[in-house]
């Protein structure tokens, strides 16, 4: 399996205390950890650790921290064939405090450039290529070049140009705050009909996606045979929740390429979330694949056969079905909660009777993207 990982690159120094420190005040700790981060870079680490022949393809500064990053890929087998060095930029950092009395996570990042990657003309044939959403010309080149491939989009954090990403990926894992500001309505876990109705009309926009929405701390959304299902996220101890979404969508990768149906997928991607929990450092806490499958099989039994056809949902069951809002496990237990089928509301309700969609999505994204406001439903080929 080829991969390529295509965005933005972060170095991670995480810093631990005992408790969030007072302004204006001096603090000393002895606990840093320091690791290569970015969602791509995490992802790529991500796909190398589980087997898979990784390149990662991003921009790093002409500096020490850069000169750390580049040899800790390639001392992780991450390919480094298209990562770009600029000789006038510092490679962006992130300071994570971190709270040991209630795991809390306050990040500082370092201003990043207006920088894009301009050496992009891949030359290596792809099974999987996954961007985050940064990067346009490069990730929208590859999506074209490897039209045979898997490809997906990270859609983490609303921003300007986000939503042309979604013309061209064929998998899109996408956060709530993203899917609300798409739609300009609020998910609420304990009513599912709003999930239901985000989901599906994300669908309709977008219907040549197959379409994941994760809630932080709560599951993912997604669609089985025409119908919009829950998978509740498990709950177990947090040490450190840095880049576990972007071991998830690592993980969809993987199974998706790796012929899994969409149900295993999903399942293994949950599983590797909960497990990175547990370790501090973004890339330093990736499970090894083979923890991660032996939890499914000791939940669910042997993962089913490779290379099953997987079938993309362009389309939602309109007909609603009792709905139970995913009840939550004990702290005490780590377990794989039951899928719940959502209901799929004939109207969607709009999240606020003051502002139309248009409004929403402007405020969000800074401006009105064309095929959300025109019913163009049309995607590019790639």
């Given at each position: 399996?080829?991969?390529?990982?295509?965005?933005?690159?972060?170095y991670?120094?995480?810093?631990?205390?005992?408790?969030?420190?007072?302004?204006?005040t001096?603090?000393i700790t002895k606990e840093?950890?320091?690791c290569s981060?970015?969602?791509?870079?995490i992802?790529?680490y991500?796909?190398?650790?589980?087997n898979?022949?990784?390149?990662?393809?991003g921009?790093?500064?002409?500096?020490?921290?850069?000169t750390?990053?580049k040899k800790?890929?390639?001392?992780?087998?991450i390919?480094t064939?298209?990562?770009?060095?600029?000789?006038?930029?510092k490679?962006?950092?992130?300071?994570?405090?971190?709270?040991?009395?209630n795991?809390?996570?306050t990040v500082?990042?370092?201003?990043i450039?207006?920088?894009n990657?301009k050496k992009?003309e891949?030359?290596t044939?792809?099974?999987?290529?996954i961007?985050?959403?940064?990067?346009?010309n490069?990730?929208v080149y590859?999506f074209?070049?490897?039209?045979?491939?898997?490809?997906?989009?990270n859609?983490k954090t609303?921003h300007?140009g986000?939503?042309d990403?979604?013309?061209?990926?064929?998998?899109v894992?996408c956060?709530?705050?993203?899917?609300?500001?798409i739609?300009?309505m609020?998910?609420?876990?304990?009513?599912p009909i709003t999930?239901?109705?985000?989901?599906?009309?994300?669908?309709d926009?977008?219907?040549?996606i197959t379409?994941?929405?994760?809630?932080e701390?709560?599951g993912t959304?997604?669609?089985?045979?025409n119908e919009?299902?829950?998978?509740?996220?498990?709950?177990?101890?947090i040490?450190?929740?840095?880049?576990?979404?972007?071991i998830?969508?690592?993980?969809?990768?993987?199974g998706i390429?790796s012929?899994?149906?969409?149900?295993?997928?999903?399942?293994l991607a949950?599983i590797?979330e909960?497990l990175s929990?547990k370790?501090i450092g973004s890339?330093?806490s990736?499970p090894?694949?083979s923890d991660?499958i032996?939890?499914?099989?000791d939940?669910?039994?042997p993962?089913v056969?490779?290379?099953e056809?997987?079938?993309?949902?362009?389309?939602v069951?309109?007909?609603p079905s009792?709905?139970?809002?995913?009840?939550q496990?004990s702290?005490?237990k780590?377990e794989?909660n039951s899928?719940?089928?959502l209901a799929?509301p004939?109207?969607p309700t709009p999240a606020s009777?003051?502002?139309s969609?248009?409004?929403?999505?402007?405020n969000?994204f800074?401006?009105a993207?064309?095929?959300?406001t025109?019913g163009?439903?049309?995607?590019?080929s790639?």
């Open positions: 399996m080829k991969t390529l990982s295509i965005g933005r690159l972060m991670d120094v995480n810093i631990l205390m005992d408790g969030y420190p007072q302004e204006g001096e603090n840093m950890i320091t981060g970015g969602s791509a870079n992802i790529a991500s796909l190398g650790k589980w898979a022949e990784s390149f990662i393809s921009v790093i500064g002409y500096d020490e921290t850069g750390t990053m800790n890929m390639e001392e992780n087998k390919k064939n298209y990562l770009e060095t600029n000789y006038d930029i490679t962006p950092t992130s300071y994570i405090f971190i709270n040991k009395q795991n809390s996570r500082v990042s370092t201003a450039n207006e920088f990657i992009y891949y030359d044939s792809m099974d999987c290529v961007a985050d959403g940064y990067e346009y490069a990730s590859a074209n070049k490897y039209n045979g491939a898997v490809t997906i989009l859609a609303p300007n986000l939503l990403f979604f013309k061209y990926a064929k998998f894992v956060s709530s705050t993203v899917a609300e500001a739609t300009g609020k998910i609420d876990f304990n009513a999930m239901a109705t985000v989901y599906k009309r994300i669908v926009k977008y219907p040549h379409l994941f929405i994760t809630m701390g709560k959304i997604y669609s089985v045979n919009i299902k829950v998978l509740a996220t498990i709950n177990t101890e040490v450190d929740k840095t880049g576990a979404r972007d998830f969508v690592a993980m969809i990768g993987y390429t012929g899994y149906d969409v149900e295993t997928t999903i399942r949950t590797a909960a929990k370790t890339t330093l990736i090894i694949l991660i032996k939890y499914y099989e939940k669910f039994g993962i056969e490779k290379n056809t997987i079938q993309e949902n362009n389309s069951n309109t007909n009792q709905t139970v809002p995913p009840s496990p702290p005490s780590t794989v899928v719940e089928t799929t004939a109207t009777n003051t502002q969609d248009e409004q929403v999505i402007t969000v800074n401006s993207p064309n095929d959300l025109n163009n439903n049309n995607a590019p790639a």
